[in-house]
Structure formats: structure tokens, C-alpha cells
T-cell receptor, first 115, second 112 residues
Framework: GAGVSQSPSNKVTEKGKDVELRCDPISGHTALYWYRQSLGQGLEFLIYFQGNSAPDKSGLPSDRFSAERTGGSVSTLTIQRTQQEDSAVYLC?????????????FGPGTRLTVL | GENVEQHPSTLSVQEGDSAVIKCTYSDSASNYFPWYKQELGKGPQLIIDIRSNVGEKKDQRIAVTLNKTAKHFSLHITETQPEDSAVYFCAARDTGRRALTFGSGTRLQVQP
């Protein structure tokens, strides 16, 4: 079946502009995660959605970052007033909470470059 | 919170040799340890995982071992092939949250 999809695959923006990144999780998956991967680094957790529960926003680095998940499916990560240090690959993952290990399946990512 | 350290950062082996990547974690409450493989331009793919009630798990040429007392776990790849070349990440998840804490990654290069 279809995996996690993300759009756009690449985004170049100017410092100070707002950007929106989109994630389509695997159909039926109730949990959705956003991670950030800076060049040559590991993945850093940003935010987690599970069903109708309040999201876990503990990983968001500043109040310029926000995310929504509409209808329990598609999610949008918004970065306001982008800075050069926001340049990274933003990865989305989804999982079926309730299976034995809650395996997270990742999308291909959106590479964000802030000039 | 959880902290995961991964070594080595780069590893080069000859085709057919074995490769071992090691990770340590800090939170004794962590109970789930997946390993992901990331190829250039792609998202990470799960290759194997282990839960804290198991000491070892094997899937063909890949195995993972877990030592809860020492709080470390390792990935073992035997009979390496050029297509094993990629960046490998270990991760840990504690019982209190769903998000994973990742190591910094190991770039594995298998020389033909």
C-alpha cells in the first residue's frame, strides 16, 4: 500500500518568510510525528499527534513552529519568520498505535533551505 | 530526558565482513529499541527492533543485542554487501512517551 508522503520534496525560501510543509500519513494510522534532521545529524523530535488527544509539542524549538492535523489524517507543519538555522530535512512518520511495537514509518522528507 | 549515543560515526568494511554498531541510552525506563537504515535522499526505514524483555533478535544477516543492565544495544550485520552501504540510526523509546530519541547515526561503507 501507499506509504507516508510529504510535500514539497524541496523548499527554498528567504529568511523571514513563512513556510508550510505537508504530510499524508499511511491510511488508518492514528499517530503522526514530525522530526527534524539537520545536516549529518540524527533525528530530533518536534511534535506528536495521537487521535483526538492534545498533541505532544515538547520538541518544538520555538514558538515560530506550529503544526496541525486536520480530520485525524493530513498534517501541516508551519514555520513562521524562517531563520537560516531552520534549514534541515523535515521528516514525518506515522504509526498504528495499538500494535505491539507502534512501529514508526517515515516519509521521504522535505528539504528546507533558508537563504 | 533520554539521551542516545551511537558509535562509530563512520565504518568502512570489506564486502563479506561483519559490521557492528553500538548504542548506549540513559533512561532505564526505555523499553523499545529500533534500528533504521537511511539511504541518500530517502526517509529512514526500519530494519529491526527489540523490546526490553528480549536479549537478542535475529533476522537473516541482521541481529540486535540488548543489555539492559549496562543500557546498551548493538546492531550486527554479517556477510556485508555493497547494498548495505547507508547511514544507520539507533533509537530508544521510554514508557512515558511515543516519540523516539535517535542516535547521531553511523555511515557504513561496504567496499566491494
Amino acid at each position: 500500500g501507499a506509504g507516508v508522503s510529504q510535500s514539497p520534496s524541496n523548499k527554498v525560501t528567504e529568511k523571514g518568510k513563512d513556510v508550510e510543509l505537508r504530510c499524508d500519513p499511511i491510511s488508518g494510522h492514528t499517530a503522526l510525528y514530525w522530526y527534524r534532521q539537520s545536516l549529518g545529524q540524527g533525528l530530533e523530535f518536534l511534535i506528536y499527534f495521537q487521535g483526538n488527544s492534545a498533541p505532544d509539542k515538547s520538541g518544538l524549538p520555538s514558538d515560530r513552529f506550529s503544526a496541525e492535523r486536520t480530520g485525524g489524517s493530513v498534517s501541516t507543519l508551519t514555520i513562521q519568520r524562517t531563520q537560516q538555522e531552520d534549514s534541515a530535512v523535515y521528516l514525518c512518520a506515522s504509526s498504528l498505535v495499538g500494535d505491539r511495537t507502534d512501529t514508526q514509518y517515515f516519509g521521504p522528507g522535505t528539504r528546507l533551505t533558508v537563504l | 530526558g533520554e539521551n542516545v549515543e551511537q558509535h562509530p560515526s563512520t565504518l568502512s568494511v570489506q564486502e563479506g565482513d561483519s559490521a557492528v554498531i553500538k548504542c548506549t541510552y540513559s533512561d532505564s525506563a526505555s523499553n523499545y529499541f529500533p534500528w533504521y537504515k537511511q539511504e541518500l535522499g530517502k526517509g529512514p526505514q526500519l530494519i529491526i527492533d527489540i523490546r526490553s524483555n528480549v536479549g537478542e533478535k535475529k533476522d537473516q544477516r541482521i541481529a540486535v543485542t540488548l543489555n539492559k543492565t549496562a543500557k546498551h544495544f548493538s546492531l550486527h550485520i554479517t556477510e556485508t554487501q555493497p547494498e548495505d552501504s547507508a547511514v544507520y540510526f539507533c533509537a530508544a523509546r521510554d514508557t512515558g512517551r511515543r516519540a523516539l530519541t535517535f542516535g547521531s547515526g553511523t555511515r557504513l561503507q561496504v567496499q566491494p
